[in-house]
């Protein structure tokens, strides 16, 4: 799959693509990565890329006419220019979740649009993008902080980027929190006292390991993320030990 990126700041990227157990995807190529330097498209003698919004207000937004000719550089080198996602990173835009990253890496990449100042011209939204995309409630000073989590969340989910089982325990694989996680020493000397590793850690009984670990899956849920449970009930994650498990907690 390949990832497209406008941006302005694309030394902002090297460090990830180079560094952590996801430069795996980058480097086999994976996931392939191309910069675009958004300046590169500005027609100006100063590489300009915004001016002051129509209306007044503060701040300054994108001109469309250097992302449309981004836009068209990046599709001439695409087989898949009529169908890719183009996804600009936004408040307004729906929620960043697992559901949507895993359709992400099934499928073959996307043109990711990072903007900054006060926002783009809507023009260039309207007729060019096809996703909007957040991180969640507050505001960021541009995209690329965004599209960083986007690649990192896709190429965890590569083949040969985490030994087989582990983003399959991770959290919201199955639509639940992840429990705790415990390793050496077994007990762990702290200013309020000795702290030990719950003893069915170190049981050797996996079936008990694994009924302790979806019981702190779902009082973690319950307690943080009830929306979580609604939705597993929802679709029938939820079996009758779950369900008596939580009744017993009252939750």
């Given at each position: 799959m390949r990832f497209d990126i406008v941006t302005l700041f694309p030394e902002l990227f090297d460090a990830h693509l180079k560094h952590g157990v996801t430069r795996r995807a980058f480097e086999s190529g994976l996931v392939q990565v191309q910069l675009w330097p958004l300046r590169d498209f500005a027609d100006d003698a100063y590489r300009r890329v915004d001016d002051r919004p129509y209306g007044g207000g503060p701040g300054m937004v994108m001109l469309a006419e250097p992302l449309q000719l981004a836009l068209a550089a990046v599709r001439a080198q695409r087989s898949d220019a009529a169908t890719v996602p183009v996804v600009h990173f936004s408040p307004s835009g729906r929620r960043l979740d697992q559901a949507m990253v895993n359709d992400f890496a099934s499928?073959?990449?996307?043109?990711?649009?990072?903007?900054?100042?006060?926002?783009?011209?809507?023009?260039?939204?309207?007729?060019h993008v096809t996703h909007e995309i957040s991180l969640g409630d507050f505001v960021l000073s541009g995209g690329e902080?965004?599209?960083?989590?986007?690649?990192?969340?896709?190429?965890r989910l590569m083949p040969g980027v985490l030994s087989a089982p582990s983003?399959?325990?991770?959290?919201?694989?199955?639509?639940?929190?992840?429990g705790p996680q415990?390793?050496?020493?077994?007990?762990?000397?702290?200013p309020s006292g000795t702290l030990a590793v719950p003893a069915v850690l170190l049981s050797g009984h996996h079936a008990e390991v694994?009924?302790?670990r979806r019981q702190q899956s779902l009082a973690l849920t319950a307690?943080?993320?009830p929306d979580l449970i609604d939705a597993a009930r929802a679709v029938g994650r939820l079996d009758s030990?779950?369900?008596?498990?939580?009744?017993?907690l009252g939750l």
């Amino acid at each position: 799959m390949r990832f497209d990126i406008v941006t302005l700041f694309p030394e902002l990227f090297d460090a990830h693509l180079k560094h952590g157990v996801t430069r795996r995807a980058f480097e086999s190529g994976l996931v392939q990565v191309q910069l675009w330097p958004l300046r590169d498209f500005a027609d100006d003698a100063y590489r300009r890329v915004d001016d002051r919004p129509y209306g007044g207000g503060p701040g300054m937004v994108m001109l469309a006419e250097p992302l449309q000719l981004a836009l068209a550089a990046v599709r001439a080198q695409r087989s898949d220019a009529a169908t890719v996602p183009v996804v600009h990173f936004s408040p307004s835009g729906r929620r960043l979740d697992q559901a949507m990253v895993n359709d992400f890496a099934s499928g073959g990449g996307a043109v990711l649009l990072c903007g900054r100042y006060e926002g783009v011209d809507q023009r260039l939204i309207d007729q060019h993008v096809t996703h909007e995309i957040s991180l969640g409630d507050f505001v960021l000073s541009g995209g690329e902080l965004p599209a960083l989590a986007l690649l990192d969340a896709v190429a965890r989910l590569m083949p040969g980027v985490l030994s087989a089982p582990s983003h399959q325990q991770d959290s919201f694989s199955d639509g639940l929190l992840e429990g705790p996680q415990y390793s050496r020493p077994e007990a762990l000397d702290t200013p309020s006292g000795t702290l030990a590793v719950p003893a069915v850690l170190l049981s050797g009984h996996h079936a008990e390991v694994a009924r302790w670990r979806r019981q702190q899956s779902l009082a973690l849920t319950a307690r943080r993320r009830p929306d979580l449970i609604d939705a597993a009930r929802a679709v029938g994650r939820l079996d009758s030990e779950d369900e008596r498990f939580l009744k017993a907690l009252g939750l």
